[in-house]
C-alpha cells in the first residue's frame, strides 16, 4: 500500500509541475485587439521599397506578399516551416502605439527544421527567387543569377550554426532604414534584450485570413495571437506602455544589451530598479567589450547602430552618444585604464562628429583653453591647470592649403 500510495503522490507532484509549466506558457500568450489587428493589418499590407544598387529598380514590396511568397516557395523545396512571427520593435508598435520610438526595420521570424547545413542554401535561393516576382515588367529576368540579385538588394547575409543556435538572416535594403529582415531559425539561445521587444506576434491566422480575400472589420476579423519570450505578457506590456526597462540576464546578451539599453534611456524609458540597474549596467559593460575587445570592432558597431537606429532622428543621437558615455564610464570594471580611455575618446569624438553634421559645433572665438600637466609634473612653480585666454577671433573650420 505504501508503495502505492507513493506512486499516486509523485504522480501528483508531476501533474502540478506540468499544469504549473503550462500556466506560466499560458501566461506569455496574449489574444490581440481589433485595434492591435488593424495596426497590424496595415504593417502587412503597407508598400516597402526595396531599393537596389546601382541601376537596379527599386522594388515595391507588401510583407504579406513576400511572406507568403517565401513559405510557398519553402514547403515547395520540402523545408517545414512550424509557424511565421513579426518580432521586435515592429510587434510593438502593433501592440502599443506612439511609445516615443518609430519602428524600423521590419523583422520577420519563419521558424524552421534545421538539420543540416545545406538548408540555409536552399533558404538563401528561395528568397532571391522571390525577388525576382517583384521586378517591373519588361525586365529581363532570365539573365539576372542569384548572385546579382544578392549584390542588388541584399544589405547583410547571417549564418549561424552550432550546436545551441541553428539560424540566418537575410536583410532587405531600404535606405530609410526600414530593411526588411527575414530570419530564418531552428533554435536560438537568446531572442530579446528587453522586456519592451520581447513580443513575437503569430502571423499564420492572419496569413490564412488574406488567402480567402474577405474584408477585414471590426467584426469580422482573424483571431491573433502575440507572445512576449521575456516570460509575463501583461507584465511586459505594461512595461512598454508605462516606458519601464526591465530584462534578465544581460550577460546573455550578445553586447549586453548596452546600445539597446542607452536608446531606450534617451527615449524616457527609466529602469524598474534604479539600484538593480546600476549592478546590470556593468554586466552590460562587461558583455559589450567581451564581445568587442577591440576598438575599431567598437567604432563599426556603434556607427552601424547610429545609421540604422537614428534615422531621420539625426538630433537624438548626440544625446545617445552622451548617455552612453556616461554609462560605459561609470560601469566600466573591465577594462585597462588605457582601454577604458580610449572607448570613451571614441564616444566623444563621433559625438563631436554627429554635431559637425548637424553644423551645431559651438563658436571657437575667444576661447579659453585647459590643460592638464600629466602626473609626473612635480615643478612647485607650476599650476595645477594653463590657462590660455586667446583674445584674437579663431574661425570655427580653418582652410586646408
Known amino acids: 500500500m505504501s508503495i502505492d500510495g507513493s506512486l499516486s503522490e509523485e504522480t501528483l507532484t508531476m501533474a502540478n509541475m506540468a499544469e504549473a509549466s503550462n500556466s506560466s506558457k499560458s501566461e506569455s500568450y496574449s489574444v490581440l485587439t481589433w485595434e492591435q489587428v488593424s495596426r497590424l493589418n496595415e504593417v502587412l499590407s503597407e508598400p ?8 537596379f529598380p527599386t522594388l515595391e514590396v507588401r510583407l504579406k506578399d513576400i511572406v507568403q511568397k517565401v513559405r510557398n516557395r519553402l514547403a515547395e523545396s520540402d523545408i517545414q516551416v512550424n509557424d511565421i512571427r513579426l518580432n521586435g520593435s515592429t510587434a510593438s508598435h502593433v501592440l502599443v502605439k506612439d511609445i516615443g520610438w518609430s519602428y524600423k526595420d521590419l523583422d520577420v521570424i519563419f521558424r524552421v527544421d534545421l538539420p543540416q547545413e545545406t538548408e540555409f542554401q536552399v533558404i538563401k535561393k528561395v528568397v532571391l527567387s522571390t525577388l525576382l516576382d517583384f521586378l517591373p515588367e519588361g525586365v529581363n529576368k532570365e539573365k539576372i543569377t542569384h548572385m546579382t540579385l544578392k549584390e542588388a538588394y541584399v544589405q547583410k547575409l547571417v549564418k549561424v550554426y552550432t550546436e545551441q543556435d541553428r539560424w540566418s538572416l537575410i536583410s532587405l535594403s531600404n535606405n530609410n532604414g526600414r530593411n526588411v529582415e527575414l530570419k530564418f531559425v531552428d533554435s536560438i539561445r537568446r531572442q530579446f534584450e528587453f522586456s519592451v521587444d520581447s513580443f513575437q506576434i503569430i502571423l499564420d491566422s ?34 512598454l506602455r508605462n516606458k519601464l526597462i526591465a530584462t534578465k540576464r544581460p550577460e546573455e546578451i550578445r553586447g549586453g544589451g548596452l546600445l539597446k539599453y542607452c536608446n531606450l534611456l534617451v527615449r524616457d524609458f527609466r529602469p524598474t530598479d534604479k539600484e538593480e540597474f546600476k549592478a ?3 554586466y552590460m ?10 576598438i575599431g570592432e567598437q567604432q563599426r558597431k556603434l556607427e552601424a547602430y547610429l545609421q540604422s537606429h537614428f534615422v531621420g532622428e539625426e538630433k537624438s543621437k548626440y544625446d545617445y552618444l552622451m548617455i552612453l558615455r556616461r554609462v560605459v564610464n561609470e560601469s566600466t570594471v573591465c577594462l585597462m585604464g588605457h582601454e577604458r580611455r580610449q572607448t570613451l575618446n571614441l564616444i566623444s569624438l563621433t559625438a563631436f562628429r554627429v554635431l559637425a553634421e548637424q553644423n551645431v559645433i559651438p563658436d571657437a572665438s575667444n576661447v579659453t583653453c585647459y590643460y592638464q600637466p600629466a602626473p609626473y609634473v612635480r615643478d612647485l612653480n607650476f599650476s595645477n591647470y594653463y590657462v590660455a585666454s586667446c583674445n584674437q577671433s579663431i574661425p570655427t573650420w580653418l582652410p586646408c592649403n
Do not use: W
Request: with cysteine; glycine share 8%.
Open 48 to 55: 516597402v521599397p526595396i531599393h537596389g544598387r546601382g541601376n
Open 206 to 239: 492572419v496569413l490564412s485570413y488574406y488567402d480567402s480575400e474577405k474584408p477585414m472589420s471590426q467584426h469580422f476579423y482573424p483571431s491573433v495571437t502575440g507572445e512576449s519570450m521575456y516570460g509575463d505578457f501583461a507584465v511586459a506590456l505594461d512595461h
Open 280 to 282: 546590470l549596467e556593468r
Open 285 to 294: 559593460c562587461s558583455r559589450f567589450f567581451i564581445d568587442f575587445p577591440d
